[in-house]
C-alpha cells in the first residue's frame, strides 16, 4: 500500500504497480494491506516484470512519438484483461 499511497500524494490517478522479480506472478496474487488500504481512493494494480516492461516499452515510445511531432502530451490507452472469477 505503501507505493500506492505515494503515487497519490503525488497526484496520480491510478498505480500500476510492476513485480520487478523474474518470477511469474501467481493470478491469485493481490496487495497486501498495512492497515491504511482504506483511506487510499486511487484504483491499482500489480502486474508481472514482463508485462511492466511491455507497458514501459510502451510509454517510452509514445514519448518519442509526441516529442518527434511536437505534440506536448500525448494519450496511453491500456487494454487489460482480467478475470475475477478464476
Known amino acids: ?25 501467481d493470478p491469485n496474487t493481490i496487495h497486501s ?10 484504483p491499482s494494480i500489480l502486474i508481472g516484470k514482463n508485462d511492466g516492461e511491455i ?10 512519438d509526441a516529442e518527434e511531432n511536437d505534440e506536448l502530451e500525448k494519450d496511453v490507452t491500456l487494454n487489460m484483461q482480467f478475470n475475477l472469477n478464476d
Request: proline share 0%; charged share 35%.
Open 33 to 42: 494491506d498495512d492497515g491504511s488500504g482504506a483511506a487510499i481512493r486511487i
Open 55 to 64: 507497458l514501459r516499452d510502451a510509454m517510452i515510445e509514445n514519448k518519442k
Open 1 to 25: 500500500m505503501t507505493k500506492t499511497r505515494n503515487i497519490e500524494r503525488a497526484g496520480g490517478q491510478m498505480a500500476i504497480i510492476i513485480n520487478m522479480k523474474e518470477r511469474t506472478l
